[in-house]
């Protein structure tokens, strides 16, 4: 199969979303595909990466349980798409659960996750980080973010989205990465 050029693939974000704005959007997914005429067109398939769906972030080289800074995993995730003229014009809503740490002093959790769009090959033809600072507001400790992004993907002729995958996963750092991997 063919890469694509990563300028055909857009992203965009949309507004922070809240808990509530977030749980309207999955409660508007399952009642858009109940109202349509005839089965949908397929969107792309959604895969979380196994070794960055979690983070445990410290804070210096410590690795005890009084040097977390935050801890994060990509808590659900909901996909909807539209075929506009060759273009599968998408929603992906991305839902992060962060945890306080007792090293965590600005009460804030500093993080990235990234989206990747692949064919089924698994080649990747775009792929973006997004930042998030999720607040530790009052006595929480634990908050469940919300992110929209818009992606769209150019079809070729015969294309459909059971052509491409939609990778989502966190930003880690290479030790961050190893923990995981040693941590499951």
Avoid: H, W
């Avoid at 109940?34 to 959604?46: F, I, T």
């Avoid at 979380?48 to 972030?57: F, G, I, M, S």
């Avoid at 075929?83 to 014009?89: L, N, R």
């Amino acid at each position: 199969m063919r890469m694509f050029p990563p300028s055909r693939v857009s992203f965009a974000r949309a507004p922070r979303l809240s808990r509530l704005v977030a749980g309207s959007f999955v409660l508007a997914v399952v009642l858009a595909a109940c109202s349509q005429d005839g089965p949908p067109l397929p969107c792309p398939a959604v895969v979380p990466v196994a070794d960055a769906a979690q983070l445990v972030r410290f804070d210096g080289q410590g690795r005890d349980l009084t040097d977390v800074l935050f801890e994060a995993r990509i808590e659900n995730f909901a996909l909807t798409c539209e075929y506009d003229d060759g273009v599968i014009e998408s929603q992906l809503l991305v839902q992060i659960l962060a945890v306080r740490g007792p090293a965590n002093r600005d009460r804030v959790a500093r993080l990235g996750y990234f989206v990747a769009i692949a064919t089924r090959d698994q080649e990747i033809g775009a792929r973006e980080e997004f930042a998030l600072a999720v607040p530790f507001e009052g006595n929480r400790t634990r908050v469940l973010a919300a992110d929209e992004l818009t992606p769209k993907i150019p079809l070729q002729p015969g294309e459909d989205g059971t052509n491409y995958l939609i990778y989502i996963g966190l930003s880690v750092t290479p030790e961050e990465l190893q923990y995981n991997r040693e941590n499951r």
